[in-house]
């Protein structure tokens, strides 16, 4: 079966294709969206934020939260996805690898660095923005971790270790995605290498929502809002989690403008959400008069249906994994991380999928084929 980290390493190759263009979500704005839960207000003190990327999932949701903030936000990247942020936002081009002349003789208050997999782009832009800057935020990934067998393991717990051949700091792309974990760990030191104790590292577990291209949870609002009997991984106990992007967003913002440095696990719910909790919250949030069917995993494996990718969000249990998803927020949520109701998650996510050009809806990058689906319900309620 396909392991969770597999799959991660191949979506984090993939990128956005598709732009968000903030309109249309249900009849409402991206504006909306943002300030409809919570009183946005504004921040007691105007930063001067540097995002790299800023383009991608979760880098739209993080300027407009912390333009509504009161912030001044400039966003460097290679200019090649099409997306509406606020007209206030400065856009510096250049090229991680290879061209940061944009950056130079400029300062900010906070870096955030959104996109980077491989530690050279830490060195590259942490050579140049060390004195630039006073605060460095690092999206990293709990994908990190060596050791997914402790449930509740913390920041604390040991990190994976490059083990490739090649110097991780002449890695491509391509040749760094088999290698997802140890070397998003790599930069995280990388990092607190050029911003000795001001370098915030935050690790998210599967981010979700609106804009992402992945489909590794808009699977489930699409397959359950079609109806009929669905098929569903494991038991409804198996825990999962996952963060809504916009969730991760502001308080990314928030640690911004309150200098909180250290690392901290970033995913949700404060306590892990059984799947069927989470798929029967899907259908009661979108309306939907689907049936599930459990298949256990012991099943789905004989029959080829892949965990996490063609099952997503949920993993196989093992004695390797079965902590993967029962990861510790409680320093996070020390900290102000919240969460919006999980029924506006799933409404939104699908709205936002539906709105998508009709190939794209037809082609979905993460969920089991529904010829398969028709065949392994079949054989599972034949055998």
């Not at 830490?122 to 067998?149: C, H, M, P, W």
């Not at 970033?266 to 959400?273: C, F, K, L, N, Y």
């Amino acid at each position: 079966m396909t392991t969770r980290r597999e799959f991660m390493r191949s979506a984090a190759m993939g990128g956005a294709a598709v732009a968000f263009r903030g309109t249309n979500l249900m009849g409402e704005t991206l504006d909306a969206r943002l300030g409809r839960l919570r009183d946005v207000g504004r921040s007691p003190r105007a930063l001067r934020l540097l995002i790299l990327g800023g383009t991608g999932f979760t880098g739209p949701f993080q300027v407009q939260y912390a333009v509504s903030r009161g912030h001044t936000v400039t966003v460097f990247n290679r200019g090649q996805r099409q997306v509406d942020l606020p007209a206030a936002v400065e856009h510096l081009i250049g090229d991680r690898n290879d061209n940061l002349k944009a950056l130079e003789g400029r300062e900010w208050d906070v870096v955030i660095d959104n996109p980077t997999m491989l530690p050279n782009w830490v060195r590259l832009s942490g050579e140049l923005l060390q004195n630039a800057a006073k605060q460095y935020i690092f999206i990293s990934t709990i994908s990190v971790y060596a050791d997914n067998s402790r449930v509740g393991m913390d920041e604390s717990t040991p990190l994976l270790e490059y083990t490739g051949e090649k110097d991780p700091y002449t890695l491509t792309l391509q040749e760094g995605g088999p290698h997802y974990g140890a070397i998003k760990a790599l930069s995280e030191r990388e990092a607190e290498r050029w911003f000795p104790g001001r370098t915030t590292v935050i690790r998210p577990g599967l981010i979700v929502g609106p804009r992402d291209e992945t489909d590794r949870f808009n699977y489930w609002p699409v397959r359950i809002d079609r109806g009929g009997e669905v098929l569903a991984p494991g038991t409804p106990a198996d825990f999962t989690q996952i963060i809504d992007a916009r969730d991760l967003a502001e308080w990314t913002i928030r640690m911004a403008e309150n200098g909180e440095t250290g690392i901290y696990n970033a995913t949700g719910p404060e306590q892990p959400r059984p799947i069927g909790e989470m798929l029967n919250g899907i259908k009661a949030a979108i309306g939907s008069n689907a049936t599930l069917t459990w298949v256990p995993q012991e099943f789905l494996q004989e029959h080829q249906v892949r965990g996490w990718s063609e099952m997503p969000v949920w993993v196989p249990l093992s004695d390797e994994n079965r902590a993967f998803m029962q990861v510790s927020v409680a320093k996070a949520m020390s900290k102000g991380l919240t969460y919006r109701p999980f029924d506006l998650t799933a409404r939104d996510t699908l709205a936002w999928c539906k709105s998508r050009p009709a190939e794209r809806q037809a082609n979905m990058r993460a969920g089991i084929d529904p010829e398969k689906e028709r065949r392994v319900l079949a054989a599972w309620h034949a055998r």
